[in-house]
């Protein structure tokens, strides 16, 4: 027998030696936007190669499959030996029969599927079809069983004479999965030597997908380039494997030029591939404009800071954009994340146009990202101060049916507020409540401010009344310019009222803190200044006493509220 049982797997080991063990220029004129479709995701596993599949089947089951699964299935070693059960079936052996059985493992188990395999390779000596092998290879493979799938390849070749590249490709796939490197690029390297069998495409991708992908250490990314380039014609998997290992280790300059090679070709790269590039672009410029050292030498003692890196422009995001424009052309786009990723840093660095021209790309396409990189582009533009930009982008996302969030509205109204266009100021602030966007203390604060500027004093107070409405504190700063302007045009009624507003809003903010102490003080000053505050206030502090039980405490100031009411009651 070739075979042995071994306890440690549970499964079979054949008894047989083991193995030793760059771009072409782009032109600086606006780029129209390509209009292009996104295939859907297929459904089924995509190939890794330009390979045929394996052999099939066919649809029906022979009684002879039936019959030999059925014994198996009843079969133990105490009641018949294993030989003597299949020896009728002995002469109709055939690698069709054998595929079949062995794919009805799951009612096998792992143990019957590879002795029998086992058995019908010493009937027919091991001379199966492609398929059986390549079957048996990835049955091995998906259960770990790395022994057995190496001496299934020496057995194989000493008597059927070759063993085919996909199981080759196979064997080095689940290898290089497991971490098992050293094995893999082994038994790639003996392929032609030992088992005189010339690599294709399909082993190529998976060595290059186990030295890219799978290793870690990067020692052996310039074997893989080695390897890479030691194919007669590459495909897109070939170029996507090595571009991703270059890029996984830093080799940004080499996965530029290998890409180079691939876009020249006319070659389509894998989605993978271009998020992986262009993410390690981005993410490098904004590394690089972070921070910097610098070292100070005037003192006496020299020290170094570390201080933001300003106005340095970035030497890795023009190859991003250069790389995005160039799979544009070829019909594909990167991930939504990268697209959000690449337009935030070309914003950062103020590359305003190119962020644009992205957007216009993504906007014919209809991506989930559209929303968020409008978001993004429009904050920028209004840094930038860039009204008839940032008026087209806006009117567009209208137009569209999208809800800007409070941030996009915030930097459009502080925009227009700086430059003094307070008209189309409080145009967008009626279309956030149009939208039914509720605004926050900045957006008071802003348009307060402007107004104050603007000497419009009925419009500042009305909007300070409706932030203490809504209960926005505001800051002090923007109360005592409001308060400066009433009392400069002699409304000092209105003076009152909105400082006894205020102290109010104080009193009902303290209460909810359970600042006691604070709050009483609060409330004893108003009264003295004769500020009553309004019921709910009143509710409120009486019940944060209550809860503490310090309601006698409270009762002499609740006392004094009633008084005040009184005469106005019977008024």
Known sequence: MLYRRCTKHGALCFLLPRFHSSFPPLDSTPRTPKKITVPPKPRTRRPTSLVSPIAQVSDTVSPEVNLICSLLRKHSHQTLSFDNLLLRFRENLNSNLVLQILMNYRQLGRIKTLEFFSWAGLQMGFKFDDSVIEYMADFLGRRKLFDDMKCLLVTVSTRNGQVSCRTFSTCIRFLGRQGRIREALCLFKEMESKFK?????????????????????????????????????????????????????????????????????????????????????????????????????????????????VGVKSVTIQPAVQVFWAVHDLGLLPSSFVIIQLISELCRLGEMEKAVEVLKVIEDLKRSCLEECYFIVIKSLCKHHLVEEVSNLFGRMLSRGMKPKLSVYNSIICMLCKLGKLEDAEKVYMIMCKKRCLPDSLTYSVLIHAHVEARNWETAYGLLLEMLGLGWSPHFHTHSMVDKLLRENGKMELCYKLEGKLDSQILLKLCKESRLQAAYEKLNSMLEKGCCPPAYVRDAFEHAFEKCGKLQIANELLEKIDKYKRPEETN
């Open 197 to 309: 069998c010339k690599p294709d495409n399909l082993v190529y991708n998976n060595m290059l997908y186990v030295l890219c992908k799978k290793e870690s250490s990067g020692q052996l990314i310039d074997l893989a380039l080695s390897i890479f380039r030691r194919i007669e014609f590459p495909d897109k998997y070939s170029y996507s494997n090595v571009i991703i290992g270059l890029c996984k280790f830093g080799r940004f300059e080499t996965a530029l030029e290998v890409f180079g090679e691939m876009y020249r070709v006319g070659l389509l790269p894998t989605r993978s591939m271009v998020n992986v590039l262009i993410g390690k672009l981005c993410s490098l410029s904004t590394k690089e404009g972070e921070v910097v050292k610098v070292r100070v030498k005037s003192t006496g003692r020299p020290f170094t800071i570390i201080v933001p890196n």
